[in-house]
């Protein structure tokens, strides 16, 4: 019936013709899917874009609200996370399984830092009251002469949120490749899983370079 | 699927060095006064980090030229979005129809209860005056 060569892997479904076709058919499914991340991310970039051009002010003067310090620290955090998850796939492609989970748990840790100096960033602003829109209330002896701070605050708290579900989303899927490679189902013969995770990592850290020269780098 | 390209090491870790000595440049020349420079300058340093990433971190470099197509043309509907946009809210001034002088939006948040209404340049906006509109007023 079917067409498969009793010796084609069993990763690889009947309706691909060979396991390289299926691989390119998976990588290229996934740019497709990127395509649509990057425009979800567009409205925000365009809404940031507008805000900017008619409030430049607002962003100079609120932008100094925010703390450069931990902005920088969560940017070396993601890049490093983003060389340890090119790392897990350079050493599942050299057959190396212990590495890779070694990669893949370090990758995991690193999100999980990144959230955190996140959540130090988000209850800081809640406690003073650095907030979108109508519920901004912060009145600190820095914030007397600010121009429309919870403009600001409504673009920071959006693009930095939606950024920041995507490294929760990006650890759930992380943890999955943990478990699986060690189960050993991932191997140099068929890591696609790993590899379209990694692209998806990696758009997470693409966003967060733009993400924080536009907001903590402000003139 | 040996035939997959498999990058070495050093070329990882000398992009990853890179990303963090660009970060450093970004953040340096942060402090230093430009003026609309420095907004140029930080997205070309974005730019470059992030063609960096594409390139090496997601394979673009070395896969299947259809993956940068699809990738670039996100890019490109991205410019279209901004341009068609900008075509829009960028002249609205000329309109009378600017948000800042029409309508000021920092009347909603709480803090402003306590404090004059200002335009985003700082100056004290009267609630009542509304020179720019005055045409409705004579109907």
């Given at each position: 019936m079917g067409h498969h060569n009793p010796d084609s892997p069993s990763h690889l479904k009947h309706y691909f013709y060979d396991v390289n076709q299926q691989y390119e058919t998976s990588k290229f499914a996934m740019w497709a899917f990127i395509l649509t991340e990057v425009l979800t991310f567009a409205g925000l970039f365009v809404a940031y874009i507008v805000y900017r051009s008619w409030y430049p002010d607002m962003f100079v003067d609120a932008?100094?609200?925010?703390?450069v310090n931990k902005g920088l620290m969560n940017t070396i955090v993601l890049i490093t996370s983003s060389l340890t998850m090119a790392l897990a796939i350079w050493a599942i492609q050299k057959n190396n399984k212990k590495l890779s989970v070694v990669m893949l748990v370090a990758t995991f840790i690193f999100a999980l830092v990144f959230l955190g100096i996140k959540y130090l960033e988000y209850s800081h602003k809640f406690e003073v009251g650095q907030l979108p829109g109508e519920f901004y209330s912060y009145m600190g002896p820095d914030a007397?002469?600010?121009?429309?701070?919870h403009i600001f605050f409504s673009i920071y708290f959006i693009m930095t949120g939606l950024h920041g579900l995507h490294v929760a989303i990006g650890m759930g899927l992380i943890a999955w490749l943990i478990y699986s490679t060690q189960k050993g189902n991932l191997t140099s013969e068929y890591y696609t899983p790993m590899e379209m995770i990694g692209i998806f990592w990696h758009l997470v850290d693409l966003i967060w370079i733009y993400l924080f020269p536009l907001f903590y780098l402000i003139g | 699927m040996s035939e997959h390209h498999i990058t070495p090491l050093r070329t990882y870790l000398i992009i990853a060095a890179s990303l963090l000595f660009l970060s450093g440049v970004t953040v340096w020349v942060?402090?230093?006064?430009?003026?609309?420079f420095n907004i140029v300058l930080a997205m070309l340093v974005a730019t470059v980090k992030a063609s960096l990433v594409a390139f090496f971190f997601m394979h673009l470099l070395w896969d299947d030229k259809k993956n940068l197509t699809m990738f670039l043309m996100s890019l490109m509907f991205f410019g279209i979005f901004v341009t068609i946009t900008m075509l829009d809210t960028a002249f609205r001034g000329d309109l009378g129809l600017n948000p800042e002088t029409k309508?000021?939006?920092?009347?909603?948040?709480?803090?402003y209860d306590t404090l004059p209404l200002t335009d985003t340049h700082g100056h004290p906006v009267d609630?009542?005056?509304d020179e720019h509109h005055e045409d409705k007023d004579h109907h």
């Open positions: 932008h100094k609200l925010l703390d007397a002469h600010l121009n429309n701070p | 942060s402090y230093i006064d430009l003026g609309s309508d000021p939006i920092n009347k909603r948040a709480a803090f609630e009542h005056s």
